[in-house]
């Protein structure tokens, strides 16, 4: 059964940082674009940064460019996303999701409902 296990949230003060992973089990997670999405309170879930089955390209929302860095280790079978300089704004839930329908970034990074496979989430709050 294909599964997908974020983990790393957490509280953290305004300028601080976290690094989210996101765990695959019952698939090869190489074969699959991987995306990073999150929802605030009240707010629709967002595309916030997306990486290509081998690394080489990544899409990343305007609102945390230059602050977030999406990577992979498909040899641990994992994806991750390295959060500095956090902002309130950023505080959600954090999830990540695959779907073998979409190789392309902008597109996963665009479809922020529309993916097959979602993992739990993780919750991040950014306080002031």
């Known amino acids: 059964q294909l599964q997908l296990v974020e983990s790393g949230g957490g509280l953290v003060q305004a300028g601080g940082s976290l690094r989210l992973s996101c765990a695959a089990s019952?698939?090869?997670?190489?074969?699959?674009?991987i995306g990073w999405f999150r929802q605030a309170p009240g707010k629709e879930r967002e595309g916030v940064s997306c990486i290509s089955s081998t690394g080489w390209r990544t899409n990343y929302a305007d609102s945390v460019k230059g602050r977030f860095t999406i990577s992979r280790d498909n040899a641990k079978n994992t994806v991750y996303l390295q959060m500095n300089s956090l902002k309130p704004e950023d505080t959600g839930i954090y999830y990540c999701a695959a779907d073998p329908r979409i190789t392309t970034v902008q597109t996963m990074c665009g479809e922020a409902n529309n993916l097959n496979y979602w993992g739990q989430g993780t919750q991040v709050t950014v306080s002031s």
């Open positions: 019952g698939f090869t997670l190489r074969n699959y674009a």
